[in-house]
Structures are given as structure tokens and as C-alpha cells.
């Protein structure tokens, strides 16, 4: 099993920043890969990012490209994703998940492992 924490979340005006974190535990060496994903109300979960483990590959969704910057730190058992530029429609609970398969990235029935959300709300 592997549990995944995350933090940073909050309200934030438009066109500011916010860091969430994610920090893992348990069978963390069985992690091929992290992603991020949101969920606003009334709308279907959401790729956000995605970062491979060991090697660091990053991936991304048109809508947060060049926005947002997912990265990790392997000695912490950590993934965070910057958001700069911020905008109303980036509202939405953040979670975070951990897959052990090299299978899409951005598909959250390719993950194993959630967190358990965080609010991020952007005011206009």
C-alpha cells in the first residue's frame, strides 16, 4: 500500500500562486509514476500533470502548460506542483495519485493510490 498526503491548498486571487504538495509513505518503491488531477463541482475529474518517478519525466494538459510545474523530490517521497497565473477556472479540489504500471498517465483509472483532496479556490 501506498498513502499519499497532500497540502497547500487555499484561496488565492487571480493571477497568484500556489505550491501543493503530496508526500508519500508506505511501498513508495513501487511507484512508477505521480499525477495530479482536479475535480470541479458539477464536472468530471481532470488531468492536471504527471510526473514519472525514477526518472522524471513531466507531462501536462493543455490547459495548465506553461502554468503549472509538477516536480519531485525522491529523498522526501514528495511530488509538488507550482501554479503561477492563476485563474478562476483553475477552482477545483486537487488531488494527487501514485500508479505502479507504465500505462496512460492520464487516465485516473491508470492509479492505484489517491490522496485525499485539496481545495483550491481562485477569486477573480
Known amino acids: 500500500q501506498v498513502q499519499l498526503v497532500e497540502s497547500g491548498g487555499g484561496l488565492v486571487q487571480a493571477g497568484g500562486s500556489l505550491r501543493l504538495s503530496c508526500a508519500a509513505s508506505g511501498r513508495t518503491f513501487s511507484i512508477y509514476g505521480m499525477g495530479w488531477f482536479r475535480q470541479a463541482p458539477g464536472k468530471e475529474r481532470e488531468f492536471v500533470a504527471a510526473?514519472?518517478?525514477?526518472?522524471?519525466?513531466?507531462y501536462y494538459a493543455d490547459s495548465v502548460k506553461g502554468r503549472f510545474t509538477i516536480s519531485r523530490d525522491n529523498a522526501k517521497n514528495t511530488v509538488y506542483l507550482q501554479m503561477n497565473s492563476l485563474k478562476p477556472e483553475d477552482t477545483a479540489v486537487y488531488s494527487c495519485?501514485?500508479?505502479?504500471?507504465?500505462?496512460?498517465?492520464?487516465?485516473?483509472?491508470?492509479?492505484?493510490?489517491w490522496g485525499q483532496g485539496t481545495q483550491v479556490t481562485v477569486d477573480s
Open positions: 510526473i514519472t518517478w525514477k526518472v522524471g519525466i513531466t
Open positions: 495519485a501514485a500508479r505502479t504500471r507504465y500505462i496512460d498517465y492520464a487516465s485516473p483509472a491508470s492509479y492505484d493510490y
